[in-house]
Every structure is written in structure tokens, then in C-alpha cells.
């Protein structure tokens, strides 16, 4: 487990602090020590991702308190959207090849768009529920980083 890690799960569990002051101290101890890009170059790497603004503090808490799984579901979630080629696929399809939430496959799937791993190719799809979704794609990045695995 990454000293980083470490670190925060200390500020969290603090008790002679308030929990929105935990929150406030993670969240500064990320600003301060998170690397310039989202995950470097390997989506499976574990790392905290950003704050976003917004998010209540219970979502925060449980954003720091599963980072070493949140890289597995970015490595999960881009190898789907590699199953399904140049055809590309939605959220829900994400969902039901990897079984992870639907919350979880949308946090995942952006961190991979902005770290430029998969992208939106425009086009909807209908979904299991009956709404519009939209189809992720691998980006040349995400192709060459699948290959290279391959080759390990």
C-alpha cells in the first residue's frame, strides 16, 4: 500500500478532528501530492483521483477510502470497452460485462476519457433501461497501452 495512501487513511480516521476537517485536510494532502496528470501512464496504477467540486462527503470519503480498487476498475473498464472494437460501447454495456455499478463505471469511465484513454465517438445507443447512452471508444493511447500488456 502507497505511503500516500497511508497518509490519508490517517487524516480520515483522526478522531480529535471534525469529519469535514478530515475532509478538508485529505483533500488538501491530494492537492498538494497528486501528480500532475490523472494516472501517469498506466490507467491500472492505484492513485486518489482529483476532488471534484460538489461531491457530498460521504462520496469523498468513500472516493479515498477505495482508491487501490479504483485503478483495477479503470484497467476493468478500459479492457471492456476493448471487447467491443471499432462497434464501441456504453456504460450499461461496461456494466454488465465488468458486473461493477453503474456509479462506479461512470466515475471510471471519465477518469479514462480525461486521461485520454477512451474517448465519446458521438454516437448514442439505446440501453438495457431504454434511455441513450453514449458509445466509448479506445483512443490510439489505449490501444497502445492494451498492447503493450499483451506483450508482458
Not at 119 to 130: C, I, K, L, Y
Amino acid at each position: 500500500m502507497s505511503d500516500h495512501l497511508n497518509r490519508l487513511r490517517s487524516i480520515l480516521a483522526d478522531e480529535g478532528l471534525t469529519a469535514e476537517l478530515r475532509i478538508r485536510q485529505a483533500l488538501a494532502y491530494i492537492d498538494q501530492h497528486a501528480p500532475a496528470t490523472l494516472f501517469g501512464d498506466r490507467p491500472d496504477v492505484d492513485h486518489v483521483a482529483p476532488a471534484r467540486r460538489g461531491d457530498p462527503v460521504t462520496s469523498t470519503i468513500a472516493r479515498l477510502m477505495v482508491a487501490p480498487r479504483s485503478g483495477t476498475q479503470r484497467d476493468r473498464c478500459l479492457r471492456a470497452v476493448a471487447m467491443f472494437g471499432s462497434t464501441g460501447a456504453t456504460a450499461s454495456q461496461i456494466e454488465n460485462v465488468t458486473g461493477m455499478a453503474s456509479s462506479s463505471v461512470s466515475k471510471r469511465l471519465g477518469e479514462l476519457e480525461r486521461g485520454l484513454w477512451i474517448e465519446a465517438d458521438g454516437r448514442e445507443r439505446v440501453t438495457s433501461r431504454g434511455g441513450k447512452g453514449q458509445v466509448y471508444v479506445l483512443t490510439d493511447k489505449g490501444q497502445r497501452y492494451l498492447i503493450a500488456q499483451s506483450r508482458l
